[in-house]
């Protein structure tokens, strides 16, 4: 079935001039962005370098071999990466402050990069969940401490490649990528969000809530939103999320794995769509908005508490250190859970103690097509521009 790869051979010889930029095209540097091109491109904006020759570098500093990214990424990112070096179009590409961010508490886990267009325009990237422990500790962070650190790095990124160079706009992430993007466009400066042309968000989760999706800054950027996710969407579907996506065919069958980008059909140069997601998709957002909304505000610092107390102690900086280390990394994990307070422990419990008999009530309410969270936002925000 036909993906980026298939659409990096086939339209590889065609220049920017001739096919714009568009949809596959911010797909495919998403998903090469994993590489760690920070290793090669410098963190300010004082340099640009042709993204051709720091593929190639960074290939070289690998020996020369594709190799998985962890546990979670395939090679596929540094096959494309390599292909896309040695086309035309992609070879076209400057590239430009590659900063990343990693602490394991607070847990930050960030990296953007803007790569110049041809004719002057951006396309600024920001890297989704890597195979960093800290990196999935983050992502529950959006949930539990309402945020991330790495918010603050965006939007700076975003406000100094604006400050540096003229031209449009286009913000692009996957995943926790694509969360940051959107919420990069809607917090940004008003003379800067005037040049997003476009906001890519690829299978992104939501927020802690839904304010962001009903201010006259959303409403702004709707017009040039391209909001994507798996037919059977698992990460997409996670927090208060907004309904303005399209569905995309995926080569896998179940949500976990169609959150890999190189699983995203891609014919004739557009993305494949399905006319809606799936009732996994649609039970996934209901069961996890359920959960959510029924946590308290103890509940909510108690996972937080336990999560950091037990991912600390397992040792481990990545997923694939955690599987190679599991006897010693489980070990140090259940002491670490041990010696936590039974007060917090209480509350840790209380958070997934209701989760079955939501889930049940969440196919219910799908298969009847009973929920209502897509109309409240949008009659949220027919009132706000009313």
């Known amino acids: 079935m036909p993906n980026s790869r298939n659409y990096i051979e086939e339209y590889g010889d065609i220049s920017f001039a001739e096919r714009p930029f568009c949809d596959a095209d911010a797909l495919a540097l998403c998903q090469v962005f994993y590489?760690?091109?920070e290793q090669v491109v410098s963190?300010?904006?004082?340099?640009?370098?042709?993204?051709?020759?720091?593929?190639?570098?960074?290939?070289d500093l690998r020996k020369n071999k594709h190799k998985a990214l962890g546990l979670m990424i395939t090679k596929d990112p540094s096959v494309n990466l390599m292909m896309m070096a040695d086309t035309?179009?992609?070879?076209?590409?400057?590239?430009?402050?590659?900063?990343a961010v990693f602490s394991s508490e607070p847990a930050i886990q960030y990296c953007a990069g803007t790569f110049i267009l041809p004719n002057g325009d951006l396309a600024i990237v920001y890297r989704g969940t890597d195979d960093t422990i800290a990196?999935?500790?983050?992502?529950?962070d959006l949930m539990v401490?309402?945020?991330?650190?790495a918010y603050e790095f965006a939007l700076e990124h975003l406000e100094k490649a604006a400050e540096k160079y003229d031209g449009n706009i286009y913000l692009c992430g996957h995943s926790k990528g694509g969360n940051i993007a959107l919420r990069s466009?809607?917090?940004?400066?008003?003379?800067?969000?005037?040049?997003?042309?476009?906001?890519?968000?690829?299978d992104g989760p939501g927020f802690f809530n839904y304010h962001l999706f009903n201010t006259p800054a959303y409403s702004e950027i709707l017009p040039g939103y391209r909001h994507y996710v798996p037919s059977s969407s698992m990460v997409g579907m996670m927090l208060c999320h907004d309904y303005d996506y399209k569905a995309v065919k995926s080569s896998r069958l179940t949500g976990a794995f169609q959150h890999d980008l190189g699983t995203w059909q891609i014919e004739e140069g557009e993305l494949v769509l399905k006319p809606d997601t799936n009732f996994m998709a649609k039970l996934t957002d209901e069961w996890l908005a359920s959960l959510i909304d029924s946590l308290t505000e103890n509940s909510i610092l108690a996972v937080d508490s336990v999560?950091?107390?037990?991912?600390?102690?397992?040792?481990?900086?990545?997923?694939?250190?955690?599987?190679?280390?599991?006897?010693?990394a489980v070990g140090g994990a259940v002491t670490a859970y041990k010696e936590i307070d039974p007060?917090?422990?209480?509350?840790?419990?209380e958070a997934f103690s209701g989760a079955g008999k939501m889930l049940i009530s969440a196919a219910k309410a799908v298969k009847d097509n009973a929920s209502d969270r897509a109309a409240n936002i949008l009659a949220e925000r027919i009132k706000l521009n009313n």
Not at 43 to 59: I, K, M, T, V, Y
Not at 88 to 99: G, M, Q, T
Not at 308 to 324: M, N
């Open 35 to 37: 590489m760690p091109l």
């Open 43 to 59: 963190s300010g904006f004082e340099e640009e370098r042709n993204f051709s020759e720091a593929c190639h570098e960074l290939f």
């Open 88 to 99: 035309k179009r992609f070879s076209e590409l400057k590239i430009a402050a590659v900063d």
């Open 135 to 140: 990196g999935w500790v983050e992502d529950l």
């Open 145 to 149: 401490r309402k945020g991330t650190p």
């Open 185 to 202: 466009a809607i917090k940004c400066k008003d003379e800067t969000r005037a040049r997003i042309k476009s906001v890519f968000n690829y």
């Open 307 to 328: 999560v950091t107390a037990v991912t600390q102690a397992t040792g481990v900086i990545t997923l694939t250190e955690l599987v190679k280390h599991l006897k010693s």
């Open 343 to 349: 007060q917090t422990k209480e509350y840790f419990k």
